[in-house]
């Protein structure tokens, strides 16, 4: 999806390659684990061993699923002396996961959005 003049979203036609690609995002943030690695990293830059106590999960665990997040291009990561630095890539994966979180809610409420 492109940004058109004005900054909103322009509807794209979806081809094949391009359906793929998002599949292979939205199954990444399809597991609870995932999604608060990806809610904690909205707050900032997060080491492994702060994600670790952040979101409560064993070091082996946030370091595989840290790693297939950034093969799927959601997080990156840098080294600052020993730590490495885990970050989400840019603010549209924060975009998508707030899109989420904010759909989840309103059809727990049985309030979906309506347009047109």
């Known amino acids: 999806m492109g940004h058109g003049a004005d900054g909103v979203p ?11 690609s998002v599949a292979s995002t939205l199954q990444a943030l399809g ?3 995932r999604l608060l690695i990806l809610a ?3 707050q900032g830059p997060r ?13 082996p665990a946030v370091s ?3 790693r297939l997040l950034r093969t799927r291009g959601l997080v990156e990561s840098r080294r600052e002396g020993r730590h490495v630095v885990y970050s989400l890539f840019d603010d549209h994966v924060s975009a998508l996961i707030d ?3 904010h759909h989840a809610e309103h059809v727990r409420a049985d309030l979906p959005d309506r347009h047109g």
Do not use: I
């Not at 322009?10 to 793929?20: H, M, N, V």
């Open 31 to 33: 597991t609870p684990s």
């Open 47 to 59: 080491t492994v061993g702060e994600l670790v106590t952040e979101v409560g999960m064993e070091q």
């Open 40 to 42: 904690t990293l909205q």
């Open 64 to 66: 595989q699923q840290l």
């Open 10 to 20: 322009s509807r794209l036609k979806l081809d094949a390659e391009t359906a793929r």
């Open 99 to 101: 899109q989420a979180v």
